[in-house]
């Protein structure tokens, strides 16, 4: 795969270096010549520049890309390294960070987003895992917004706990993916059963965690 990383900080360098290790073709877009030395010692191709510069990104592979991250620590560049990759160059796939949250709004199908990742959103979620016990936690955005990957803990009072995937009443569009149990995933099937302690990941539509948490958690 074909991978166009603009940004070279702390979470570009990373994803680029981790993407590279993983057999993928890497090429970072990074305006600052000192990065640029630090991250070409990793074996990932850098394009000095600007990203935001239609020629920058033609230069750097950006209409043969399958994938471009926008990973710049200003929103303003992310957006337009966006839909620059989305209209100009007709990238399949684009994924971009959202430094400030309160920006998160912008960042749909109008700017050339696929996906927006928000990392204090992250760390919020994570926070929120870590102290509530039955609460459905919203861990990532899809599909612009319209559907969550949720996380859920279950406790021993949890509805759930003694019962098989099979045994719920599931609405269609709320799909169970797996369990986490003892540091091991187990993908949800008809068979699959819960117990206490087991953290549930799911597929939720914009406003639907109510309904998970009823089903598998119940009454509080």
């Known amino acids: 795969m074909k991978v166009l990383v603009a940004g070279a900080g702390n979470i570009g360098r990373y994803l680029a270096s981790d993407l590279a290790g993983r057999g993928h073709e890497v090429t970072v877009v990074e305006q600052v010549p000192e990065i640029i030395v630090r991250i070409s010692a990793a ?58 949250p309160t920006n998160e709004w912008l960042f749909d199908e109008a700017w050339g987003v696929d996906l927006a990742v928000s990392p204090p959103h992250l760390l919020t979620a994570l926070v929120e895992e870590e102290i509530s016990e039955g609460d459905a936690v919203s861990i990532l955005k899809l599909e612009h917004g319209s559907v969550h990957l949720v996380e859920l803990r279950l406790d021993e009072r949890s509805r759930a706990v003694g019962q098989r995937v099979e045994d719920l009443a599931l609405p269609a569009d709320l799909v169970l993916l797996a369990v986490l149990r003892s540091g091991h995933a187990i993908a949800c099937r008809d068979v699959t059963p819960f117990a206490a302690g087991d953290e549930v990941l799911a597929l939720v539509p914009e406003g639907r965690q109510h309904d998970l948490r009823d089903l598998l958690v119940g009454p509080r």
């Open 43 to 100: 074996g990932v191709r850098t394009v000095l520049g600007d990203a935001c510069a239609p020629q920058v990104l033609e230069k750097a592979g950006a209409r043969d890309a399958d994938v471009v991250v926008a990973a710049t620590g200003d929103d303003e560049d992310n957006l337009v390294v966006s839909l620059l990759a989305k209209q100009e160059f007709a990238v399949p796939r684009v994924l971009a960070r959202v430094n400030h």
